[in-house]
């Protein structure tokens, strides 16, 4: 188990697994957002003093931005596992699928970190708003080479646009994310889907 050492705030040593207290402010910035997180929310939840935080984290946005790492290769790990199925119309099909199924969790938090993490913020967390709209960004544009490589290869019609048909898939998968953060099931949600890819390109 990897460890990580400091002070807690009457400065005895002390010992602490950075990976699960890392999983747990992930876990409370899913739930609550960036603002919505606060310091003292975020160090309870981690079992750590807030030097102990800064010392291992750096600041607040820092602690964020590895945050947001561990939930694209945990949780959202589902994008680029969809990106290597064989067809395109799998892709998005597992696209949305893992959607469904990491925005309706069975216990909270629901929805999806990467949307709701910070829709609008202060000027202060700017930085974090412009990262998320980048991290959506990114998104889309490995869905877009992917569906490129499809009409290269054939598997999608020489007319199909790949940037619209990419920005079609994870808008839709964007809004599941928020319906589900509202409450709406499971099921529903992936009928939606469903029906969303009944009027897919065809070769």
């Known amino acids: 188990?990897?460890?990580e050492q400091s002070r807690n705030a009457?400065?005895?040593p002390?010992?602490?697994?950075?990976?699960e207290a890392l999983e747990k402010?992930?876990?409370v910035f899913w739930e609550h957002g960036y603002e919505g997180a606060s310091l003292a929310t975020l160090t309870r939840a981690m079992g750590i003093s807030t030097t102990s935080m800064y010392a291992a984290f750096g600041n607040k946005e820092e602690l964020f931005r590895k945050a947001l790492e561990r939930y694209t290769e945990g949780p959202g790990g589902y994008l680029a596992r969809a990106l290597k199925e064989p067809t395109a119309r799998e892709v998005?099909?597992?696209i949305l699928a893992g959607t469904v199924r990491?925005?309706?969790r069975p216990s909270p938090p629901r929805g999806c970190l990467g949307v709701q993490g910070a829709l609008s913020t202060s000027d202060a967390g700017q930085g974090v708003r412009d990262l998320l709209a980048a991290w959506r960004n990114d998104g889309c544009g490995s869905v877009r080479e992917r569906f490129?490589?499809?009409v290269a290869e054939g598997d999608l019609p020489p007319g199909a646009d790949p940037a619209l048909l990419a920005r079609y898939v994870t808008t839709l998968a964007f809004g599941i994310?928020?319906?589900a953060a509202s409450g709406i099931g499971r099921d529903e949600l992936q009928a939606m889907a469903d029906a969303a890819l009944r009027t897919w390109p065809l070769t």
């Open 14 to 19: 002390r010992g602490f697994d950075a990976e």
């Open 10 to 12: 009457t400065g005895r």
């Open 25 to 27: 402010a992930m876990l």
């Open 92 to 94: 998005a099909t597992a």
């Open 1 to 3: 188990m990897r460890t």
């Open 102 to 104: 990491t925005t309706t």
């Open 148 to 150: 490129e490589r499809a």
């Open 177 to 179: 994310a928020v319906q």
